[in-house]
């Protein structure tokens, strides 16, 4: 069982920039590849961005390429989403999520552990 909590979520104008964290519990946090993912009223879970086990790779969603960046502390049990450039579109609840799948997967279902969210709002 691993238990996520995700923190950092705010209010923040756009153009501005927030950095999502989310802690894990569990002492295999560094066998996961972790994920995030974001939820809009009135739309699917979509995924964000994802980082291997190590650190040494990530995929981002096209639509937050070049704006994003996830990352990892395996000694803290922490990943992180530093969210840069933001716009009113990217306003959403955001979830981390742990995948025992071995590949920065973007799909869901892969994922098996989510933490409850964090509300992103940006204004224009």
């Known amino acids: 069982q691993v238990q996520l909590v995700e923190s950092g979520g705010g209010l923040v104008q756009a153009g501005g920039s927030l950095r999502l964290s989310c802690a894990a519990s569990?002492?295999?946090?560094?066998?996961?590849?972790l994920g995030w993912f974001r939820q809009a009223p009135g739309k699917e879970r979509e995924f964000v961005a994802a980082?291997?086990?190590?650190?040494?790779?990530?995929s981002l969603a096209n639509s937050v390429l070049g704006r994003f960046v996830i990352s990892r502390e395996n000694a803290k049990n922490t990943v992180y989403l530093q969210m840069n450039s933001l716009t009113p579109e990217d306003t959403a609840v955001y979830y981390c999520?742990?995948?025992?799948?071995?590949?920065?997967?973007?799909?869901?279902?892969?994922?098996?552990?989510w933490g409850q969210g964090t509300q992103v709002t940006v204004s224009s």
């Open positions: 999520a742990v995948s025992r799948s071995g590949v920065t997967t973007t799909m869901p279902e892969l994922y098996t552990y």
């Open positions: 980082i291997s086990e190590s650190g040494g790779s990530t």
């Open positions: 569990g002492r295999t946090f560094s066998s996961y590849t």
